[in-house]
C-alpha cells in the first residue's frame, strides 16, 4: 500500500467518491486535506491515539493525489504530533459536553475534523465553523442535520455570531487557529463571543512567539500572533479564567512504537519544542 487511504466498504451507505481533485497545491484545502490525512493514517495504527474512523472512511471516498500527499506529510512521524493535539481537544470536549449536557458547540477553524461526528451528543446544537471556501469543501463530505450546522465566514466577521443561540453553556473549540489571526482580531472575537454567550468554556491552542518569528521567513507571516502567556488573553479580555493548560505533545507515552515514541520524548524534553504549541483552557 503506497498510503493510508483503505478500499471503500461496499456496505456503507457513504461509498459514493468526492472529487477534490481541483483542490490547488499548498492551499488552506489542501492544508486541511494534509490535517485529515494525517489523522487518517494515525487512526489505521493498531493502537491509535485518536481513533478518528470517520477520517478514514473520508479519505477512502475523496479522489485526491494521496500518494504525493503521502511523500509531503511524512505520516510515519507526523500523525502523532497531530493526533495528541486532537486527542486532548477531544477529552477536554467530551469532560465538558459530560458537565454540560445541553451546552452549544462552536468549532471554530473546524477544517475538514469529524469531532462534530465523534463527540456531539444526540440533540447537541453544534456549530463548525472556517473560512468559505473550506466549508464548500467540507460540505461534500458532510451534511447538515437539524442540529449540526456549518458556517462559512471568518472568524473575525462579527455577522456569523448573530446565527448563534444566545446564553449558554458554551463550549468553544479553536485547534489550530488563533495563531493565523492578529491579537486584535482574537480580541475582538472574544469580546464579541462572551457578549453572546454568558458562561462556557474555550479551549484553544498558541504558538509560542516563535511560530510568527519563524513565519516571516518560512510562510511569508501567514502566523500572525504566539504566546507562551495564557494570560495574555485574560488580560484582552477579562472575563475569561484561566482553568489549565499543557503541551499539545504531552501525551507521547501513548505512542506505540518505540523509535516514534523515543523521537517525541527527546524533543518533548527540549524546553522550547515542547512548548512550541501549548494548549489552553478557559472557564467563563
Ligand atoms: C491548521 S488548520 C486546522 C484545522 C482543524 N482545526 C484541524 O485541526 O484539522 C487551520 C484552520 O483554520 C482556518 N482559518 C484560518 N483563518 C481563519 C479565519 N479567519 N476564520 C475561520 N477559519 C480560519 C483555516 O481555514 C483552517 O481550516
Redesign the pocket.
Known amino acids: 500500500m503506497t498510503n493510508c487511504a483503505e478500499p471503500v466498504d461496499p456496505t456503507s451507505t457513504h461509498r459514493d467518491k468526492v472529487d477534490f481533485t481541483g483542490v490547488q497545491w499548498k492551499s488552506?484545502?489542501w492544508?486541511?486535506i494534509c490535517?485529515?490525512y494525517l489523522?487518517a493514517c494515525e487512526s489505521a495504527s493498531p493502537h491509535s491515539i485518536l481513533g478518528d474512523e470517520f477520517a478514514a472512511r473520508d479519505v477512502a471516498r475523496i479522489d485526491y493525489d494521496f500518494d504525493r500527499i503521502h511523500r509531503v506529510v511524512r505520516p510515519e512521524v507526523n500523525k502523532y504530533m497531530?493526533a495528541l493535539?486532537?486527542a486532548q481537544f477531544d477529552a477536554l470536549a467530551t469532560d465538558y459536553l459530560d458537565r454540560h449536557p445541553d451546552a452549544v458547540v462552536l468549532?471554530?477553524?473546524?477544517?475538514?475534523?469529524s469531532r462534530a461526528m465523534r463527540l456531539a451528543r444526540p440533540g447537541t446544537p453544534w456549530f463548525d465553523?472556517?473560512?468559505p471556501?473550506?466549508i464548500a469543501l467540507r460540505r461534500r463530505l458532510y451534511a447538515e442535520t437539524g442540529t449540526y450546522r456549518m458556517i462559512g465566514?471568518?472568524?473575525?466577521?462579527p455577522e456569523w455570531i448573530e446565527d448563534l443561540p444566545r446564553g449558554g453553556p458554551v463550549l468553544i473549540l479553536?485547534?489550530?487557529?488563533l495563531m493565523?489571526?492578529t491579537p486584535g482580531?482574537v480580541t475582538d472575537l472574544l469580546h464579541r463571543l462572551l457578549d453572546r454567550f454568558d458562561t462556557g468554556e474555550l479551549i484553544a491552542d498558541f504558538l509560542s512567539p516563535w511560530g510568527p518569528r519563524m513565519s516571516k521567513v518560512l510562510t511569508k507571516g501567514l502566523i500572525k500572533w504566539g504566546t507562551h502567556d495564557g494570560s495574555e488573553i485574560n488580560r484582552w479580555e477579562p472575563r475569561l479564567r484561566l482553568a489549565g493548560d499543557s503541551p499539545i505533545m504531552a501525551g507521547y507515552h501513548q505512542i506505540q512504537p518505540a523509535p516514534q515514541r523515543l523521537l517525541y520524548r527527546t524533543q518533548f524534553a527540549i524546553r522550547p519544542i515542547r512548548n512550541y504549541d501549548r494548549l489552553f483552557r478557559y472557564a467563563f
Open positions: 488552506v484545502e492544508t486541511n490535517l485529515l489523522r497531530v493535539r486532537s468549532h471554530l477553524g473546524c477544517g475538514l475534523h465553523v472556517d473560512l471556501d473550506v465566514s471568518s472568524v473575525t466577521e479553536a485547534e489550530g487557529l493565523y489571526i482580531e
